[in-house]
């Protein structure tokens, strides 16, 4: 089993920063692609960010250039640096990795989410 543990949410003013972390831990053998979602109240849950076993990264189009995701392979760690945040940006952070069990058996798991709400 694998667990998740985030970390680094909270209440940001607009055009503020918050960075975002994500902790996978259990019986690995590899993760694949770890990557960032989020799900405002009375939307459905999208994509902001995800990054490949190789760094290949791609991002949600409402979040480009200002979002940036990376990773810490060493640690199971993916990161989320979110600048210039916007109220629009307001909602339950969750983290996603997919990857191999110490058997080989494929995993996808979540984490429990972590709330980002950016006010005045």
């Known amino acids: 089993q694998v667990q998740l543990v985030e970390s680094g949410g909270g209440l940001v003013q607009p055009g503020g920063s918050l960075t975002l972390s994500c902790t996978a831990s259990?019986?690995?053998?590899?993760?694949?692609?770890m990557g960032w979602y989020r799900q405002a109240p009375g939307k459905e849950r999208e994509l902001v960010a995800r990054i490949s076993t190789y760094g290949n990264t791609t991002y949600g189009d409402s979040v480009k250039g200002r979002f940036t995701i990376s990773k810490d392979n060493a640690l199971n760690t993916v990161y989320l640096q979110m600048n210039s945040l916007k109220p629009e940006d307001t909602a339950v952070y969750s983290c996603n990795v997919d990857g191999a069990y110490t058997n080989f058996r494929s995993f996808a798991s979540w984490g429990q989410g972590t709330q980002v709400t950016v006010s005045s």
């Open positions: 259990g019986s690995l053998f590899s993760i694949n692609t």
